[in-house]
């Protein structure tokens, strides 16, 4: 039974101590895309429009 308490003990221990080191990890900067016209922006200028053809449509059927 100490045998096998004892090699629970050196399984744990070498464990923790392969785990890692001291130096301090190497992390390599994110890229940055460069920005594109994306379709949200093209998209508020079709909202734009769509709401000065209603309105004008509604101008012209409340002149009748």
């Known amino acids: 039974m100490k045998s096998i308490a004892l090699a629970a ?3 744990l221990a070498a464990t923790t101590s392969f785990a890692g080191s001291l130096a301090e990890p190497v992390v390599e ?4 895309e460069a920005e594109t016209s ?3 922006s093209s998209g508020q200028g079709y909202i734009g ?6 309105l004008a449509v509604g101008a012209i059927i409340a002149s009748d």
Request: glycine share 0%; proline share 6%; hydrophobic share 75%.
């Open 9 to 11: 003990a050196f399984t």
């Open 38 to 40: 994306s379709s949200a």
């Open 29 to 32: 900067a994110p890229v940055a």
């Open 49 to 54: 429009f769509a709401i000065i053809a209603l």
